[in-house]
């Protein structure tokens, strides 16, 4: 154990996800010699982040202002809405350039066994933002895993009544990836959707 | 890319040394979600490291005050100093429990490719704590690699005229480790320090 201040930080540092009590050290002794200006950068930029940074009163992503910059985006359809699990999802997805629509962030996914149920999600938001009949297109972006696939079927049932289309971002072989190294619940997904050429 | 203060954090955290982009954006987005109280402790631990944490006058381990907790207490004995590259090895050997003695930080160790030479660690300020005559015995407890060892084989050299006992700390097997997963060097270097029982 240290003395006082460093012994507090890195139990502090301790606290955060992904961070062992090796590399709380580390970094606290990195905190020791490092520039004090980066320091104060650092401790402020921890400050700003719970004072400015609140969820987009549209769709739930990360925002600075009452709504986000894509809700914002006159340029963008309102037609088409992506319902994504987390904001990491969205910025995931802008990087692809393919999408122009906006979006709506769930934050999180039904998981019975963490006790989220679809009452923990930002569900009856989405519903309400349906309601209003200009969205024509529902896309399904939550992770292809079991909490992803089964909040994406719950959802599909409580939309489908509204006589939108509902889709979901197509599974299969990862571009860049090998066949022979892939799961073979992936290679089944792929034969499955399989195109003609 | 996020919205301002977000980014800014993410940014932060990123320079921090083991944190990479997808750790950073995890770290951050904990932060946005977690208690405000736990943010500001977190952010004040970073200031306070800065201003309160200096180096010991004698030994150059962590402190709070003029001299750390090791050299002011009055229990060590004084006849034994035991030389380390950082202070976190200080608290590596306290743990043990096994030294009584005194330290003395280096501040790392000579690594001619990384431009680190004699002058640029604690040496001098060693010599001069050994030119008392106090000190009967002086443990090199560098790393066990190409670095440390030529700390250690530099420190014997320099100290050798000056007729105390110069020891390095036993290089072997580690304890509950496997015979057949040891390396050769470590294997080769048990072997050298065999001991009758």
Do not use: W
Request: proline share 5%.
């Amino acid at each position: 154990m240290y003395e006082g201040a460093i012994q507090d930080l890195i139990d502090e540092l301790g606290r955060l996800p992904g961070i062992g009590p090796k590399s709380a050290q580390r970094i606290a002794f990195h905190i020791l010699s490092a520039d004090p200006a980066d320091v104060t950068r650092l401790a402020q930029a921890l400050q700003r982040v719970k004072e400015q940074v609140r969820f987009c009163s549209v769709c739930f992503n990360v925002a600075e202002q009452e709504q986000c910059r894509i809700c914002r985006d006159p340029r963008r359809t309102d037609e088409i809405i992506c319902v994504v699990e987390e904001p990491k999802d969205v910025i995931a997805i802008e990087r692809t350039g393919e999408f122009r629509g906006r979006y709506h962030v769930l934050g999180g996914a039904i998981n019975p066994l963490e006790g989220i149920g679809p009452d923990n999600l930002r569900i009856r938001e989405l519903m309400e933002r349906l309601q209003a009949g200009t969205v024509k297109e529902l896309i399904l972006a939550t992770d292809p895993n079991t909490e992803g696939e089964a909040t994406a079927t719950y959802l599909a049932l409580m939309v489908k009544p509204m006589g939108l289309t509902v889709t979901r971002l197509a599974s299969g072989l990862p571009v860049g990836g090998d066949l022979e190294y892939a799961d073979e619940i992936t290679l089944g997904r792929a034969f499955e959707g399989r195109r003609a050429v």
